[in-house]
């Protein structure tokens, strides 16, 4: 069984080659308003990022930042393609090593107020390489390699509990929060999870302008379904885990009008 580290490499260097045989120019479907070169360029920067992260001990926001500003600019010229792909290699190679360097518990400096640990970027980068070595086949016109059903079962809950969760970290003080419907995930091959979908809107003070933004997250014990709107999405689990990270994906969605309307809003709105 491949490692975490082992994972991140294998995908990134799929996406990394996949990416070079491809026009630098031609879009990614996945990521609007991105070229070939500009999804390359991202995935060496994060993996610059965290690397950078891990090997000055970063622990706070402003020690993120300082590793942020101080990157390298991005290539540009009549090169800029072959040294964006042998910086990619070596960002990839430094994040490898520094992890491997590395217990999961060990304090670090996450985006994540819930987990600030090495295991949160481990964890992250795995689905993160997934996720863009998908974008990279898409943009090249390729058959999605297969995800391994493991990296999928922990994918789905990473995107439910961590990546979607987060959202209500951010919910501005002078919001209201709404629920207004439940989600049912149901993957042929694994157990179903329970999801709260809510809504928060209210006035931002400082300006008067209006705001609305769907959130997510598993379903709470204190939250009863009553009689809000419920759906159900059934898959694979692999198919789910695309779907909910905004892929394509073959899910059969159901359920009642409410609800099935605000899992495309969430969906449309996308992760943040």
Not at 7 to 29: G, H, M
Not at 41 to 55: G, P, Q
Not at 177 to 185: I, P
Request: glycine share 6%.
């Amino acid at each position: 069984m491949a490692s975490a580290t082992e994972r991140i490499a294998a995908e990134a260097d799929r996406a990394s080659a996949t990416l070079a045989a491809t026009d630098p120019n031609r879009d990614v479907p996945t990521c609007p308003g991105w070229t070939a070169d500009d999804l390359l360029w991202h995935i060496t920067e994060v993996h610059e990022f965290w690397a950078s992260n891990l090997a000055t001990n970063a622990l706070t926001d402003a020690d993120a930042e300082r590793n942020d500003t101080a990157k390298a600019p991005r290539p540009e010229g009549e090169d800029a393609r072959e040294e964006l792909l042998a910086r990619r290699e070596r960002a990839t190679a430094s994040l490898i090593r520094e992890l491997d360097s590395r217990d999961d518990a060990q304090p670090a400096w996450t985006w994540s107020a819930a987990d600030q640990t090495v295991g949160f970027t481990r964890r992250m980068q795995v689905h993160e390489a997934t996720m863009h070595r998908v974008d990279a086949e898409l943009t090249a016109g390729r058959e999605i390699t297969p995800i391994e059903r493991e990296v999928a079962a922990d994918g789905l809950g990473h995107v439910t509990g961590v990546m979607l969760a987060s959202s209500y970290d951010w919910i501005p003080e002078w919001a209201t929060l709404e629920q207004v419907a439940t989600l049912t995930l149901r993957p042929t091959d694994g157990e179903p999870l329970d999801l709260e979908l809510a809504v928060w809107h209210g006035t931002r003070p400082r300006d008067g302008e209006e705001f609305s933004h769907a959130v997510a997250r598993p379903l709470q014990p204190e939250i009863e379904r009553g009689e809000m709107p419920q759906a159900t999405a059934s898959a694979d689990v692999a198919s789910l885990y695309l779907w909910l990270w905004g892929r394509p994906a073959e899910v059969e969605l159901t359920g009642d009008d409410a609800a099935v309307a605000q899992v495309d809003a969430l969906l449309v709105q996308g992760i943040d």
